[in-house]
């Protein structure tokens, strides 16, 4: 009986969480999501929705999510394609004032074992400068290398609407200061921002 | 039967309970999930109307002209009275916050319906790269009709100080520099005042919720959601 109604408790929870991070739906890109082959005592990285922002400036964002399903903590440390002349790994940060930058992450952004980090709009991100022209639909082969595993490449779309609908942002931007607590709470965080988590 | 009276008391409460939990939820989920965040010196919940965050009271248009992308001079507290106005200072090398607020307004401002007379005003903080055709050529990518201002470093910073928010300030140097800049959205009403402010993370059913409610301020000393105060 207790179970029973725990467990619907609880069902109910996870659709309600579900529909939460939901309304701002688009279409997904799970499709390239790529697994690599999990090893004991190793870290087992599977990247998700990984999209590039329509450039309006010089300038664009590659955004994507990994998870790590391994025992052992990784690190993107680098980011490679044919676009763009040059691809850093940049976070978005904001100070006392309210004023929000971004400025390069040395060393890469880790990636602890069993845990989500997403790189999305206001906070970790790949900086592609001088990036030309890219279409809405273009689908771009990015190279993603780690400090322990292989490279993964993932075909990331060109989109418009990456973070258009916004939201689940409900954070306190105040904390997103940039160190690496903070970065674990942004792998945390409801992936339904873009609605393609 | 009795046994079955004992078990509906605590079957009771632990729907109750669930119940409980999912309307803590169901508020954290809400739309104006960010409202209770935010920064010392707003007090939100004024009018408790808005989805923005609301000011603590109506706050007068900044007074400042600068210069559009054609080359005429836009006063804008002039320019902005009988017209919603969203103004964003952001520079066009960023590529990651500042598409995201211009992708959502353009979108907004799009949809049936909208109030005709919702404009967007972008003035750039970074004026040694954004030339007026390099901002006109960025805007054009989010919607022509965004206004796009520039003018001298100093006239930029006197802007902003206007708008009551943190001046812009370079990082870095060389050709690479990247400039740290208010994150928020600044609204005005067509009576010339600003109510509510747009953080970071403002979903876009925020900026279409407040559109109207803002659009309808057209009187001095209009109050949203009410009559004169």
């Known amino acids: 009986m207790r ?112 845990e989500t980090v997403a790189l999305q709009p206001g906070g970790l991100h790949v900086m592609i400068l001088g990036v030309g022209e890219l279409a809405v639909g273009d689908e771009i082969d990015m190279e993603l290398r780690f400090e322990v595993s292989d490279p993964i490449t993932v075909t990331a779309p060109v989109r418009d609407d990456i973070g258009s609908g916004m939201g689940d942002m409900d954070g306190d931007m105040d904390e997103m200061d940039g160190d690496m607590d903070d970065m674990d709470d942004m792998g945390e965080m409801d992936d339904g921002m873009e609605g393609s988590g | 039967m009795g046994q079955i009276r004992t078990s509906r008391s605590p079957r009771r409460a632990r729907l109750a309970a669930a119940l409980a939990a999912l309307a803590v939820l169901a508020a954290a989920c809400g739309t104006a999930a960010g409202d209770d965040d935010e920064a010392d010196a707003i007090v939100d919940g004024t009018w408790g109307v808005l989805e923005g965050i609301e000011l603590a009271g109506p706050t007068p248009a900044p007074e400042f002209t600068l210069t559009d992308t054609e080359g005429r001079p836009f006063d804008f507290a002039a320019e902005t009275a009988g017209r919603v106005t969203f103004l964003y200072f952001g520079y066009t090398f960023c590529p990651d916050i500042c598409p995201v607020h211009l992708a959502q307004l353009a979108e907004v401002l799009e949809k049936p319906g909208t109030p005709p007379n919702a404009q967007v005003v972008f003035v750039t903080v970074d004026p040694a790269r954004d030339t007026p055709e390099v901002v006109r050529d960025y805007l054009d990518s989010f919607d022509v009709g965004f206004i796009g201002l520039v003018g001298t470093l100093d006239e930029v910073e006197a802007a902003q100080a206007a708008a009551n928010v943190p001046v812009a300030i370079v990082e870095g140097d060389g050709d690479d520099y990247t400039v740290g800049h208010a994150g928020q959205v600044l609204a005005f009403a067509p009576n010339g005042f600003g109510y509510s402010v747009y953080p970071f993370g403002t979903r876009q059913t925020t900026f279409a919720h407040d559109l109207p409610l803002l659009a309808a301020l057209t009187e001095p000393g209009a109050i949203p959601g009410g009559t004169e105060s």
């Open chain 1, 3 to 114: 179970r029973h109604h725990l467990i619907a408790a609880l069902a109910a929870l996870v659709l309600l969480l579900a529909a939460c991070g939901d309304d701002d739906d688009t279409e997904g890109s799970d499709a390239s999501a790529t697994t690599l082959a999990a090893a004991e005592g190793a870290p087992d990285l599977m990247v998700a929705a990984p999209a590039i922002r329509v450039p309006a400036g010089p300038n664009t964002a590659l955004y994507l999510e990994i998870t790590n399903q391994g025992t052992v903590d990784d690190r993107l440390v680098a980011v490679a394609g044919p676009i763009g002349e040059e691809i850093q790994i940049h976070e978005t940060t904001t100070d006392d004032e309210g004023r929000m930058s971004m400025g390069e992450v040395g060393g890469g952004i880790l990636l602890p074992a069993g």
